[in-house]
């Protein structure tokens, strides 16, 4: 299915929680996928109400998306096709899939600016992530690696300042000691969403790697 809008992408874009079969998070996947696969029947939305976990296929959610669009309109991202509007889902559910992703939390850029929150490990200060840089707190040319107790987020004065010396050649400190993080910084910085508050009790046990895509 290809979802035809009248409206911009942006709705297309948000995020939802994806589960396998067994309601283990396998990852986070864009609107656009999600309506696909619960269009497909591949998926259902899992919607967790006062503790309970109602399922709804696609039809289904259909209705429940008038309902939510008098009542609480303001909670949901919203799709809207030729003949009706849907609310994008928080949650689904795939239908024929129980495998478990692989372990570990990717160690990229989009992950490393999460972890330190967009703030420059030697002054402290927040920069957006075109602003910042990566840096080796020991330098590759002393032998550093490539590993997340061993890479920040730095700002270019910084960065320029420290060169290629380790933080105390350069009479620098680190704000914080890097570490690898239990899970996707990305994802962690997305719960405190309160529009999100609803993935939490699938990801409180999700001690494998969530896979942001």
Known sequence: ??????TSAAPLSASV???????MAVRVVSARRALT?????????VSVD?????AYDFDDWVDVSQAKREFEPELHDWVRTVRFQIAVPKIIRL???DKLPAAGVKLNRRNLFARDQNRCQYCGKRFPSSELSLDHVVPRSQGGQNTWGNIVCACVRCNVRKGGRTPTEAGMKLINEPRK????PVLTVKMSDSR???WKQFLDFAYWNVELK
């Open 50 to 54: 006062d503790g309970k976990y109602l």
């Open 17 to 23: 929680l994806l589960l396998n079969r067994l309601y």
């Open 95 to 97: 239908l024929g899939y």
């Open 37 to 45: 696969l619960l269009y497909r029947d591949l998926a259902e939305v």
């Open 181 to 184: 993080p239990r899970r996707s």
């Open 196 to 198: 999100y508050a609803s």
């Open 1 to 6: 299915m290809v979802v035809h809008t009248t």
